[in-house]
């Protein structure tokens, strides 16, 4: 199974500033990466799907990159609705599919 | 608008079955691969099992093999996992989510609480 490493696992960060999370998966999955956004109680919302496709509806703010193993999920100006939990998820090598820890996102 | 909204879930005691469902709008639901997804007290999303469009293909995971049953009704627009031999460890919310390579469309969840 392809294990899934995010760091870190939280931050505290205020409105405006430009956040960066980390994944690196424990073996090669090309771009077959996505990152998504989960408040408690809500539904995930998929940000980014191929490491750096934006997800239809998503602002432009989320970016995402990197290949192999290796990748960053960027939020340029945080939001004050940005402040939620982070997976990045592999779809490469399925079954099983298989998230990352979570980057806890909180306000400082 | 696309939506999918889970229910069924509830208390149980260690070993006893429950059935969630998964209903389906605003797509068509018999073209897309669902999966189940969970997310334990304090812990991350766990993927747990999926079924293709035309149920041909299910796979699971290891923590829930032998003791978990997916399927889908797609006359219905509906999932449905059947889970047996319930274990404290199960303790979780459930997702159902459509299942294109990713997981792009997602439902808010159904609380199962294992314990007695």
């Known amino acids: 199974d392809i294990q899934m490493t995010q760091s870190p696992s939280s931050l505290s960060a205020s409105v405006g500033d430009r956040v960066t999370i980390t994944c690196r998966a424990s073996?090669?999955?090309?771009?077959?990466l996505a990152w998504y956004q989960h408040k408690p109680g809500k539904a995930p919302k998929v940000l980014l799907y191929?490491?750096?496709k934006l997800e239809t509806g998503v602002p432009s703010r989320f970016s995402g990159s990197g290949s192999g193993t290796d990748f960053t999920l960027t939020i340029s100006s945080l939001q004050p609705e940005d402040f939620a939990t982070y997976y990045c998820h592999q779809y490469y090598n399925t079954p099983p599919w298989t998230f990352g820890q979570g980057t806890k996102v909180e306000i400082k | 608008e696309v939506q999918l909204l889970e229910a069924g879930g509830g208390l149980v005691q260690p070993g006893g079955s429950l059935r969630l469902s998964c209903g389906a709008s605003?797509?068509?639901?018999?073209?897309?691969?669902m999966s189940w997804v969970r997310q334990a007290p304090g812990k991350g999303l766990e993927w747990v099992s999926f079924?293709?469009?035309?149920?041909?293909?299910?796979y699971y995971a290891d923590s829930v093999r032998g003791r978990f049953t997916i399927s889908r009704d797609n006359s219905k627009n509906t999932l449905y996992l059947q889970m047996n031999s319930l274990r404290a460890e199960d303790t979780a919310i459930y997702h159902c989510a459509s299942t294109d390579y990713y997981f792009d469309i997602w439902g808010q969840g159904t609380l199962v609480t294992v314990s007695s």
């Open positions: 191929e490491a750096s």
């Open positions: 079924i293709s469009g035309s149920s041909s293909t299910t």
């Open positions: 605003g797509f068509t639901f018999s073209t897309h691969a």
């Open positions: 073996q090669g999955i090309s771009n077959f």
